[in-house]
């Protein structure tokens, strides 16, 4: 098998975020919905009270309360919530000021986002495939008008836009949006019409193309509040919302439209008997023929209580009305309701308590009586400003209720609640709180034998004023898995500089806290802390840890620098057991000079050598202690050729007794190259210096080395370049191979990425591989960027990027584990959380190329089918994933074998067609390839269809058959042989005028018809012939299938359009599909699957699902007469012809047939056919007018004991 190339794979990335000091963090929640499976969305604001910064914070919390995802969003310049929806596609929406985004339900990963360009009110999705929003074109203009948009939910293409401009061209803003099923989308807002005054302007617009249907005005004259929207699918739309008039006041107004016309068919008005505030806030209709609006009643603001109405939606009569007023005698306010289906509406607001306290209220009334079933409150009467702001239902008896609430240390918080819908218990509550972050910075990272990789870092609470930072330690499992986190807080500030773990069980972090040394070592299966040791130097100065390592035999050496006087300082090494922490000795040592020496990297090696290095005087300066005694061995210094500054920046030791040191020099001519100086590890004799300069005058500082068991010895930094032709002042990555017996330079490898690029680790494995991480800085953000070279040549293997973050996002340190992973850690900038610990783990492993592999299986099963078995063979895979959804979209849960190559499928007793999917990958990180079939889930009880018509087909050049707009006749029948389990019949007949051509089908699939309500599919084969324009018709050679979906607008008395797609396509050789060549459903929809329901409205003539239990005198005549066309009806078309012509008939049983040509004399002219016919088959055969002398010929047809006959005619 095959391999693809060698581009690692992100296994995993992870961020860490603490949390400060929980002042200054508001979040105000907006809205909340739920799925089908009782999870919740949840979307708010959250704002930093100290920046003014704000964000949209989304997450899912499942049906037990445990937070799954959250997602924040920060782009535009308008972060606040407006509205979620959920699909059930998988798809969450959320509406922000003047932005649009998607995320997965699954995963919470963001699937798209777009700017909308306007101010955003509102947001619905249909079940189509489509979301839509509203609003207005803008704030900061004198006359805004409504704007509505409608995008792709799957990519976020936008589909069509329309504005709504008033009659005065005034102020129009747009409040609430609803969709139906019938195709309409209804938009309501304000419209200003001078002098103060102010209408309700409700407009429907066309689904498919946003053409404005209607618009309708309701006006009362004086000012309007907020208008709010829903639609029922019976063919009507409400909107509720607060009129005012010197005589009543405030009152709360409900309307209702047809939703076809527009017209008004009733509206309803409330006053309390105070003729005081009357404020409508929601609306809400359930599938029993009732309205309800809520909202707040009172002789003032302030002494306002629940109202809740019920009208009958037929008559717009109030059915009843209640009140509510909790025991404080206070500001009572709704904010949304729901109904479900089992009789409840629930209402929930806030109740105040006190003077600036309130408490969430939320109640469920009986939808026929009005009575009021229970109330519960959350929170305490003198908590704090709290406010509820949303309410949703679940199919599962949950009643969810979103708002903020007031903590006294967090500031305000997002909350959700869910109550039992039966009782109003409480099941749970969440709290989220938006800026909770401070800045964390990933300093090291080592992995253990086993994969898991340890992170270590500083959080900094600086952004709030604090004084202090933090270690902090992670460890992260092979799979990316948080197993624990351990912060080291003691009140002061504390820096990390190094990790390392042995191999029994510590993890060991060292640096500094409050001036002196700190070491840790955690217990590696737990997190908790084993140890804890500081060092304070002689001189109670300030003491820093730079580094530490392991030797493997129990020791555990920590170096860094210690203050000895005012700008004197010393380099200070300390050996620990590693096991206990028992401090074993102390050495410390200056050079010539007490001045500037500060120590910056440790080394260990195999032979009992301990080696430290850093700058003395602006010299290097390496020492050598015995690590059993801690005595000196030798010390070094370094100073370049031009006896300039030097600076060290990190060691390294190999097996073969040599220690090698890097760092900057200033050379002769030149401002810093590399400078890489060799030691004999046991005298700590020079063996030699190699230099590293890019030329062009420039800038060159090393970073990092290390050294492999070949022989090579690798360097890797940055350059700056700041002369010649090509960029000024640019920084590449620059690393060097040399030779690590001579120091012969042996190769060098420039990357040069998209900006200013740095390099910081470098790591090499024992396969000849040299990894070197680091970022890159640009002026939109930065990435991390590692590269992996080969050590013999320098070749470069391959490079991969992190996403780049919104600010300068910056790689630390990496490492290896025995499996050729490679674990890069640093940190990323992120709007509202500062910096965070970021951390990503690469594979090398190698993905299998996968074969094109179709699913084998049945595609038609009738109602009740169980045990179905589905397989995907010859794939190459190791990894697959099945869905199964509906022609609603929904997915169908009914089978076993998720996650291997085949499943069982019990199909339901409800005939529809399902989507039976399959992605499949060979791998973790490795590309997946998905393939789907169609299954018909039949019942041949449940009725046939029949229709004929005409339609219009838009122009579409992806398609053989639509490159120009075309009439289309059409004829269709389908039904079940009676007496038999799945034999289908009946035919699918298309005209295209613009051919002109005809499609006829051949046959109607056995098992394909399915009737699953108004809706009906079949599919099967055909032909296609062509009309010359002397009337001779030519035979298409090739095969085709077909696809009908056909719905009835009338279906049991409903008043809708009847809809109708065709799907034809090529039948290659091998029975394969081929090219599509006529479609009508991309002109209206862009859900083109093939179970999807039909949008395209027929022009002219009608569709009909007939039931088992339709007995009118038409449907009858309707059934008897196509029972006939399809049973028994033997045509030629045409009939009068010059170069050829089409016999065909339908068989209406299984039987022997012979087709015959006769002259009006009876002589026989030509056997045109003969064989078996099966039943329900179509069978056409063509007749050529070659040797055919010109008039009137008979065909005549014997199929059993059936004689048919049909005139010709044949002209020269």
């Known amino acids: 098998m095959k391999a693809e190339a060698q581009q690692p794979v992100e296994e995993w990335i992870r961020t860490y975020d603490s949390s400060g000091p929980t002042g200054d963090k508001p979040g105000y929640t907006q809205t909340i919905v739920t799925d089908n499976e009782g999870n919740s969305y949840v979307s708010g604001t959250a704002t930093n009270n100290n920046t003014y910064e704000s964000k949209v914070v989304t997450f899912k919390l499942s049906p037990t309360g445990e937070e799954l995802w959250v997602q924040e969003y920060a782009k535009g310049s308008f972060s606040e919530t407006r509205g979620i929806v959920v699909d059930n596609k998988g798809g969450v929406y959320v509406a922000t000021g003047d932005a649009i985004v998607r995320y997965d339900t699954q995963t919470g990963a963001e699937s798209w986002d777009n700017a909308t360009g306007i101010r955003a009110t509102d947001i619905a999705v249909d079940n189509q495939g489509s979301v839509y929003i509203t609003g207005n074109t803008s704030i900061s203009t004198e006359s805004p008008n409504y704007a509505t948009i409608r995008y792709d939910a799957t990519t976020g293409n936008e589909i069509w836009s329309s504005t709504y401009n008033g009659e005065n061209d005034d102020t129009d803003f747009a409040t609430a949006i609803a969709v139906d099923n019938q195709g309409g989308v209804y938009v309501t807002g304000v419209s200003y019409t001078g002098d103060f005054g102010a209408d309700y302007v409700t407009v429907r617009y066309d689904a498919a193309t946003g053409k404005q249907d209607w618009v309708s005005r309701y006006s009362m004259g004086g000012f309007f509040g907020e208008p709010f929207i829903d639609a029922d699918n019976q063919g009507s739309v409400f909107i509720t919302g607060t009129t005012y008039n010197g005589t009543t006041g405030y009152d709360i107004a409900t309307v209702r439209y047809s939703a076809t016309t527009g017209e008004q068919l009733w509206a309803s008005q409330h006053n309390n008997a105070d003729n005081g505030y009357d404020w409508a806030t929601a609306i809400a209709v359930d599938n029993q023929g009732s309205v309800y609006v809520t909202g707040y009643s009172g002789s003032t603001y302030n002494n306002s209580d629940f109202t809740t109405i019920r009208y009958d939606v037929a008559t717009g009569e109030q059915k009843w009305l209640r009140y509510y007023n909790k025991e404080d005698n206070s500001r009572d306010q709704p904010a949304g309701i729901a109904v479900d289906n089992q009789g409840g509406i629930f209402v929930t607001g806030t109740s105040q308590t006190g003077e600036t306290t309130h408490v969430f209220t939320t109640i469920r009334y009986e939808a026929d009586t009005g009575n009021l079933k229970w109330v519960s409150s959350y929170g305490e009467k003198d908590e704090g400003w709290a406010e509820a702001r949303g309410i949703a239902i679940d199919n599962k008896g949950g009643v969810f209720v979103t708002g903020f609430y007031p903590a006294r240390e967090t500031g305000p918080d997002i909350v959700v609640i869910r109550y039992e819908a039966t009782t109003g218990e409480k099941d749970w509550e969440q709290r989220y709180n938006g800026f909770g972050s401070q800045s964390d910075y990933g300093i090291a990272v080592a992995v253990d034998a086993a994969g898991n990789a340890y992170v270590t870092g500083t959080n900094d609470n600086h952004n709030y004023n604090v004084g202090k930072a933090d270690f902090v330690t992670i460890k992260y499992s092979p799979t990316g898995e948080a197993l624990w986190v351990s912060v080291y807080d003691r009140g002061f500030n504390s820096h990390v500089s190094g990790i390392a773990v042995d191999d029994e069980g510590g993890v060991f972090v060292t640096g500094s806290s409050d001036g002196d040394y700190v070491t840790i070592r955690y217990d590696a299966s737990t997190g908790n802390t084993d140890w804890e040791k500081r060092y304070n130097g002689e001189y109670n100065g300030w003491d820093n840890a730079a580094g530490l390592a392991l030797d493997g035999k129990g020791g555990l050496y920590v170096t860094g620098s210690s203050e000895t006087g005012e700008n004197t300082s010393t380099y200070v090494t300390i050996r620990y057991d590693a096991a206990t922490g028992q401090q074993q000795w102390v050495s410390s040592f200056h050079g010539e000079s007490n001045n500037d020496n500060l120590a910056e990297a440790i080394a260990v090696d195999s032979t009992g050598g301990v080696y430290v290095t850093g700058n003395s005087a602006g010299d290097y300066l390496t020492v050598r202690y015995d690590a059993a005694t801690g005595t000196q061995a030798w010390a070094r210094t370094f100073n370049g050729e031009a006896d300039g500054q030097e600076w060290v920046s990190d060691i390294a030791v190999d097996n073969q007794g040599s220690v090698y040191v890097i760092g900057y020099s200033r050379g002769i001519h030149t ?402 599909r081929g090219a599509g060549v006529y479609d009508n459903q991309p002109a209206c929809s862009t859900n083109l699957d093939e179970n999807a329901s039909a949008c395209a409205a027929i022009g002219g003539g009608n569709i009909t699902i007939h039931t088992p239990n339709m007995k009118t005198r038409r449907e009858s005549a309707v059934l008897a007469l196509e029972e006939a066309h399809s049973a028994s009806e033997f045509v030629a078309y045409p009939t009068a012809f010059s170069e050829r012509t089409t016999l065909a008939f339908t068989a209406d049983q299984d039987t022997e047939y012979s087709l015959e040509l006769y002259d009006l004399k009876g002589a026989l002219v030509r056997r045109i056919a003969n064989g078996k016919a099966q039943v329900g088959h179509r069978y056409e055969h063509e007749v050529s007018a070659e040797d055919l002398q010109k008039g009137l010929y008979v065909a005549r047809l014997a199929a059993g004991k059936k004689v048919q006959t049909v005139k010709i005619v044949v002209e020269r």
């Open 671 to 1072: 401002y810093a190259d590399y400078a890489t100086v060799s030691y004999d590890a046991a005298t700590g004799q020079q063996q030699w210096v190699s230099r590293y300069d890019a030329g062009r005058d420039g800038y060159d500082y090393p970073a990092a080395i290390a050294v492999d068991n070949h022989g090579g010895v690798y360097v890797t930094g940055r350059s700056q370049s700041i002369g010649g032709e090509e960029v000024d002042f640019a920084y590449d990555v620059i690393t060097v191979g040399y030779e690590a017996a001579t120091g012969e330079q042996k190769w060098v490898a420039r990357y040069d990425g998209n900006g200013l690029d740095f390099a910081t680790a470098i790591a090499v494995d024992n396969a000849g591989g040299v990894y070197v991480t680091g970022h890159s800085e640009t002026s939109s953000g930065g990435a991390f960027n590692t590269i992996k070279y080969k050590a013999e040549d320098g070749t470069q293997v391959w490079a991969i990027q992190t996403e780049e973050g919104e600010i300068d996002d910056t790689a630390r340190d990496l490492a290896l584990d025995t499996e050729g992973n490679v674990f890069v850690t640093g940190y990323s900038f992120r709007p509202g959380t500062g910096a965070d610990i970021l951390t990503v783990k690469y594979s090398q492993g190698q993905c299998a190329v996968l074969a094109d592999a179709a699913i084998q299986g049945s595609t038609t099963a009738a109602v009740n089918t169980g045990n179905a078995i589905y397989t995907l063979t010859g794939s190459n895979a190791t990894s697959y994933t099945w869905r199964i959804t509906g022609s609603s979209g929904n997915d169908y849960t009914g089978f076993t074998g998720q996650g291997t190559s085949s499943i069982s499928v019990d199909w339901p007793a409800t005939p529809d067609v399902y989507k039976l999917s399959i992605s499949y990958s060979s791998g973790a990180g490795c590309p997946a390839q998905d393939t789907t079939i169609y299954v018909h889930v039949f019942n041949p009880q449940a009725g046939f269809v029949t229709g004929s018509g005409w339609l219009t087909t838009p122009a579409n050049p992806d398609f053989e058959l639509m490159q120009a707009s075309s009439r289309v006749q059409w004829a269709l029948v389908a039904k079940y042989k009676p007496k038999t389990e799945d034999v289908a019949q009946g035919s699918l007949m298309l005209l295209l005028e613009s051919g002109p051509a005809i499609f006829h089908s051949t046959n109607v699939e056995d098992g394909s018809l399915v009737i699953t309500g108004n809706q009906a599919f079949y599919r099967g084969q055909g032909t296609l012939s062509y009309i010359s324009g002397s009337g001779g018709m030519t035979t298409d050679p090739r095969k085709f299938a077909y696809l009908v979906s056909a719905t009835d607008g009338n279906f049991q008395g409903a008043k809708a359009e009847d809809r109708l797609r065709i799907l034809i396509w090529e039948l290659k050789a091998d029975g394969t």
